[in-house]
């Protein structure tokens, strides 16, 4: 079945700074790569997606960028913010027809130092 | 357009006991899935619905595990006896069906969870 490998486990950094988040996944087949939020006591919130079809996509001060050579695909965050402070979660899944369950990584907790 | 509603949001029992847990979905999304964290440690799959129907429940751990979804609606998880090691945070997530022919995977919008502590 489906690896995901999440680094660093932990990471801090200086408001205003970028963060980068890495995960790498062990099957070829995985065609989506969602990356989750979780702030404490919530429950994971879909920040960004995506297909393994692009290489790349941003939405504002947020970026993930796919090699499906490599097979790893990475979270930046530019212009880290305070509010950016939480659990973070890469995630792999196949394609549908019947079988879309997530393979997630560990999570990275994110710390933003004002 | 209310999000995935779980109750309880904790839930404290004593080894042996039973408890269930609910799950609303968002309105409309044929796929229900279950997932749980155990001791900080990954997120990892349960079983996944398609209305009614589990399509895949490679991920339950034992026969002490059943899920419904009578109707397609709600879903509930029961835990019959509780374990220590069941302890953890359970997570229920719902997405749409995809577009008819397109086989893309839709996203998973997930509930706050069920904190479940075993005595």
């Known amino acids: 079945g489906e690896n995901v490998e999440q680094h660093p486990s932990t990471l801090s950094v200086q408001e205003g700074d970028s963060a980068v988040i890495k995960c790498t996944y062990s099957d070829s087949a995985s065609n989506y790569f969602p990356w989750y939020k979780q702030e404490l006591g919530k429950g994971p919130q879909l920040i960004i997606d995506i297909r393994s079809n692009v290489g790349e996509k941003k939405d504002q001060r947020i970026a993930v960028t796919l090699n499906k050579t490599a097979k790893h695909f990475s979270l930046h965050i530019t212009e880290t913010q305070p509010e950016d402070s939480a659990v973070y979660f890469c995630?792999?899944?196949?394609?549908?027809?019947?079988?879309?369950?997530?393979?997630f990584g560990t999570g990275t907790r994110l710390t933003i130092i004002p | 357009e209310a999000g995935v509603t779980q109750f309880p949001s904790h839930s404290v029992i004593e080894k042996g006991q039973t408890v269930t847990l609910r799950c609303d979905p968002i309105?409309?999304?044929?796929?229900l899935y279950w997932y749980r964290r155990v001791m900080g440690k990954e997120i990892k799959f349960l079983l996944h619905?398609?209305?009614?129907?589990?399509?895949?429940e490679s991920g339950m751990p034992n026969n002490r595990f059943l899920a419904e979804r009578t109707g397609g609606t709600y879903s509930t998880l029961k835990v019959q006896p509780a374990e220590l090691e069941d302890s953890g945070v359970y997570f229920c997530a719902s997405s749409p069906r995809s577009p008819s022919g397109t086989g893309l995977n839709q996203p998973q919008h997930f509930g706050d969870g069920t904190r479940l502590s075993i005595l």
């Open positions: 619905f398609v209305k009614e129907s589990k399509q895949d």
């Open positions: 995630a792999a899944s196949r394609r549908n027809f019947g079988n879309e369950k997530l393979t």
């Open positions: 309105s409309g999304h044929d796929n």
